[in-house]
């Protein structure tokens, strides 16, 4: 079972040649990065196809972005079956970014996670509390009501495609971490939540990644959490060094 990941998310940035550059580090050390995580980059979607052909099939490959539909008349959507027909293996649901400025409501984030499944594209689903829900101690309701509505018709078999981000909106692109306590019981209470959702075997083979101001300084304190099985990483991402010393935090090897 391995659990350990580190997931980039480049958000809108890096034009096709930068990308390419980026893979191009990344492969080329590829075979010393430590063996036990997986590796996984979500460039911008018009890459998606051409930097998977540039790749060893150690990168897997997250598209930002997912319809909430099967194909049809639906101008600027791309659906979960073309991802995977395009080598895709995971699509990132939920992200708040996505949630806040783009209208993905709990209601679209389940149908995404439907569409996905059903097409076997895996999916990154994304959950977090805002400040003044964190400021309220309310944060573990918040959460428990985002994967419930984001999971429901969901079984067990189908959790094996599923690895879910924890990324308190309050520290994402902020240069504000959650302490490694903080990102500590949040990630035992969500795995305790699969438990009783699902079962514990699901539970335990389930990963939990962190997201929220995630780098090379404060990755390993952050991983070191028992629950906590790597990070979804976006700033830091951007730049393959940063990116590659995460990767190693993660390393159950250290
Ligand atoms: C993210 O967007 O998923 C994220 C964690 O961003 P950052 O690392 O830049 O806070």
Redesign the pocket.
Known sequence: MMRNIVAG?W?SNKSINDAREWIGVMERDMDSLPDDVKVMIAPPAPYLALLVNLSSSRLLYVSQQVSATQSGPFTGEFTAEMLVSCGVDYALIG?S?RRASYGETEEIVCKKVRCSLDAGLGVILCCGENLETRDNGEQEKVIRGQLLSALEGVNALEMEDVIIAY?PIW???TGRTATAEQAALMHKFIREWIAMRFDSETALKTSILY????KPSNAAAIFAGEDVDGG?????SLNPEDFKSIIRAASSEL
């Open positions: 998310n958000k992200h970014e990324e520290a994402i692109g997201g929220g101001s995630c979804l990483i976006g700033g830091a």
